[in-house]
Nanobody, 121 residues
Framework: QVQLVESGGGLVQPGGSLRLSCAAS????????MGWFRQALGEERVFVAS????????YYAASVKGRFTISRDSAKNTVYLQMNSLKPEDTAVYYC??????????????WGQGTQVTVSS
């Protein structure tokens, strides 16, 4: 069993930055690939970024590549999403996800509760 708790969301102006954190419980954090998804109001949840269980193979959606960076700290059981050059279209609830295999919408075994990111002037 893995519990995921996100933090770091909030209101930011266009062009600004935020760093999301996802703290994972349990001693098996290192066994999971981790990812971030987002869901805008009235839309489906979509993939944002993922990282392998050993901190390898970062992968990004085209819409965020070059602006967002995913990383993980195994000592802290935490995965991060650094978001720079934020745009209004990045506004969404951001969800942390854990998967035993490559992160995809259907492979995720555990979800966090979500954290709201709003990009607006």
């Amino acid at each position: 069993q893995v519990q995921l708790v996100e933090s770091g969301g909030g209101l930011v102006q266009p062009g600004g930055s935020l760093r999301l954190s996802c703290a994972a419980s349990g001693r098996t954090f290192g066994s999971y690939a981790m990812g971030w998804f987002r869901q805008a109001l009235g839309e489906e949840r979509v993939f944002v970024a993922s990282i392998g269980s050993r901190g390898d193979s970062p992968y990004y959606a085209a819409s965020v590549k070059g602006r967002f960076t995913i990383s993980r700290d195994s000592a802290k059981n935490t995965v991060y999403l650094q978001m720079n050059s934020l745009k209004p279209e990045d506004t969404a609830v951001y969800y942390c996800a854990a998967s035993r295999v490559v992160v995809t919408p259907t492979s995720v075994g555990y979800w966090g509760q979500g954290t709201q990111v709003t990009v607006s002037s």
